[in-house]
């Protein structure tokens, strides 16, 4: 068997393999690039040949442009390729539509990148797929103990609560435009709320090819026809992309009330750093007991750690008895959080 650090080893560019020559989620252009999926500090424009699932591809050509690559190859999930010697396989990641972990395998050596993740339940997305392998490559954007996000039915009890408490107020929600918007519109349904809900004009690419998915997203209304009168959003949700918050948009609401789902909302000075009346605890990412359970379910041999709180999850491998380290890979920031 290989070692693991032959077959994939992080460079400038991001996690490279020399035998299939290809990049995993590079951060500058390369000639080949596997792409776990589209969100922006995972899935840049420039690379010559793009290898991702279809939803990936299709995101990535509503958000960066016809012309965001050289030339593009979708991918299903569980799909096996062969390049130059090297296993390929795309595996469902549960973090946002179309998102994958990509398995690298090569004589007997199996390396799972799981990109960014979630176990929670999605109805948004695919759920995570357990992938038995001898190296998991995870993330930990909110590796550390502290952090146990609550179940997100609960956070949208209290939106719907605020709503009840202040029906004159336009409750502005602040969701990232990929995934998470999306995310708390389906919950809202789920929840009962069959009201009109407002969205900013950044997202409604993304709403309507996730409901050309099958995911039903409702009775979905531009939020920026300037011929609607601020009274006409009274006690309506609006979802928008938070730095629209920060702008001329958001000020033509009537009283707006400031609502952010993320799981940064767990920290109480982030929120009221943002003005954040509201805080909904909502991730997109594993919370600590998820990352631990995922790597005690899967058993690897070996956990590489990146982009997040590094130390606390090797540090924790290293107690249960498994070779761990961090890989301190940079570019990814928490779009998706």
């Known amino acids: 068997m290989i070692k693991p650090e032959t077959l994939l080893h992080p460079t400038q560019a991001g996690l490279y393999c020399p035998a299939g020559d290809f990049y995993v989620d590079p951060i500058r252009p390369v000639e080949r690039a596997l792409i776990t999926h ?17 939803q990936t591809l299709d995101i990535m050509r509503i958000r960066c442009g016809a012309e965001f690559c050289g030339s593009e190859q979708a991918i299903d999930f569980g799909e096996r390729l062969v390049l130059n010697g090297v296993g390929i396989s795309f595996h469902p990641a549960g973090h946002v539509l179309g998102s994958a972990q990509v ?11 799981s990109g960014d993740y979630k176990r929670s339940t999605d109805p948004t997305c695919a759920p995570f797929e357990p992938v038995a392998c001898d190296v998991f490559i995870t993330e930990a954007t909110f590796g550390l103990p502290v952090f146990h996000h609550p179940d997100p039915t609960d956070e949208i009890a209290r939106l719907l609560t605020s709503l009840g408490q202040f029906p004159q107020r336009s409750h502005l929600v602040g969701a990232y435009a990929l995934g998470k918007a999306q995310r708390v519109i389906s919950l809202l349904r ?22 050309s998915q099958g995911i039903d997203l ?19 949700v609006i979802v928008g992309p938070p730095s629209a918050f920060n702008d001329r948009w958001a000020r033509r609401f009537a009283d707006p009330l400031s609502v952010f789902a993320s799981g940064w909302m767990m920290v109480r000075q982030r929120a009221k750093q943002r003005g954040v009346e509201l805080p909904l ?16 379910e899967l058993k690897p041999g070996q956990v590489w750690v ?3 709180r590094e130390e606390a999850l090797v540090r924790w491998c290293e107690l249960q008895g498994i070779a761990a380290r961090p890989l301190h890979l940079v570019g990814y920031e928490d779009e998706g959080d």
């Open 103 to 113: 398995a690298v395998e090569k004589d007997g050596m199996r390396i799972v990148v």
């Open 190 to 211: 789920r929840s009962g709320y069959d009201r009109p809900i407002y969205i900013h004009g950044a997202l409604s690419k993304l709403c309507a090819y996730y409901e």
């Open 218 to 236: 409702g009775d979905l209304r531009p939020a920026t026809d300037d011929e609607q009168d601020a009274q006409g959003f009274r006690g309506a």
């Open 38 to 54: 589209g969100h922006s500090d995972h899935a840049r424009p420039g690379h010559g040949k793009v290898l991702a699932t279809r």
């Open 281 to 296: 605890v909502i991730s997109d990412h594993c919370d600590w007991p998820e990352l631990t359970a995922t790597i005690t």
């Open 306 to 308: 990146t982009h997040g």
